[in-house]
């Protein structure tokens, strides 16, 4: 059970300095939920399953919900980003209609 | 100069709480108040789930002002986003790919039945109103991410909140009437860890999930309907 728990919080201190060095902030959003992951299951280990499940639902999934459409709110991640079309784009569209 | 303040701002803080720490006696918490909670709790609320009987009957006013908090929160968002709304001439981003939206169909009838089952069974088991409605919430909002065109009925998921939110006052008022205490649980205790058991605390937790989960729901998608903004 000791080194599970160190392992758990090695993910979460590795997600939690990716949070800040990934330059995609998308990539971002999803390594904070996973530190939120990994931290339900610290809760899990600590005999505290109420607080895990809360944390799982809110942290993990949530918020990481909310930020992302906040990024897209603030025009710092779109649908058509990466290079890749989005599927209503025309084929010849400039794609600057996000 | 500023980089150097945040470092310390960062050192200092981090002292502080290393200091706390230190004194912190970890796994041997100085329970004044839980021993009492742990030794008499279930014969005096009911509830199988400690935690169940600490939120909602011990401390049931500390949950009231959570909603309160949840509900000013969902408010302020809604009133910000109300002038941002996508207008008729744009169009809404394009429906997902076909493994978004059959494990949309897919998943919604068991997020909303796990949803319920953790609200229902949350004086017995782990969980509760607060985890529950969020479930719920994502198994409302799972289809819209799908199909970005569609909406939620705003006037249904501010009803179910209004009616949850006055739901839980209105037992709080009643057992102030009957029994003096502002949400004292009432109806009897029931036998520890079946369904039917620790008095008000469930109808409690299902206006919880109810609200949390109208609430959230409705936040979601009003950031959903919000344009995105131009590049």
């Known amino acids: 059970m000791y080194w599970i728990t160190v392992l758990v919080v090695a993910i979460m201190i590795l997600s939690a300095l990716a949070v800040l060095l990934l330059p995609n902030l998308l990539a971002a959003v999803a390594a904070s939920s996973v530190v939120s992951l990994a931290l339900s299951v610290v809760f899990v280990i600590i005999r505290a399953p109420d607080v895990a499940m809360t944390e799982a639902a809110v942290g ?18 779109g649908l058509g980003d990466d290079n890749h079309p989005r599927p209503g784009d025309s084929l010849q569209g400039s794609g600057d209609d996000a | 100069m500023r980089n150097f303040t945040s470092l310390l701002f960062a050192g200092g803080l981090g002292f502080f709480l290393l200091v706390l720490a230190a004194d912190l006696p970890v796994g041997a918490a100085p329970m004044v108040a839980g021993e009492g909670i742990l030794g008499q709790g279930p014969e005096a609320v009911g509830a199988a789930n400690l935690v169940t009987a600490v939120v909602l009957a011990y401390r049931g006013i500390d949950t009231l002002g959570e909603l309160s908090i949840l509900f000013a929160a969902a408010a302020g968002v809604g009133l910000i986003l109300s002038g941002m709304r996508r207008r008729a001439d744009q169009r809404p981003d394009p429906e997902g790919g076909f493994i978004l939206l059959a494990a949309a169909d897919l998943l919604f ?43 939620l009925n705003h006037a249904v998921v501010n009803w179910v909140e209004g009616l949850a939110g006055g739901a839980f006052v209105l037992i709080g008022l009643w057992a102030l009437a009957v029994k003096g205490d502002f949400l004292a649980p009432m109806l009897g205790k029931g036998a520890l860890g079946s369904l039917f058991s620790a008095g008000t605390l ?11 989960g109208a609430e959230i729901a409705g936040l979601m998608s009003t950031l959903q309907e919000t344009e995105a903004a131009e590049p």
Not at chain 1, 60 to 77: F, H, Q
Not at chain 2, 120 to 146: C, K, N, S, Y
Not at chain 2, 202 to 212: D, E, F, H, R
């Open chain 1, 60 to 77: 993990a999934g949530l918020s990481g919900v909310i930020l992302v459409l906040a990024l897209r709110r603030l025009g710092l991640w």
């Open chain 2, 202 to 212: 469930p109808l409690l937790y299902i206006a919880v999930g109810l609200k949390v």
């Open chain 2, 109 to 151: 009838p068991l997020l909303v039945i796990v949803g319920l089952y953790i609200v229902l069974h949350g004086h017995l088991t782990p969980g509760g109103g607060f985890q529950g409605g969020v479930i719920l919430a994502a198994a409302f909002f799972l289809p819209l991410l799908g199909r970005p065109g569609d909406s």
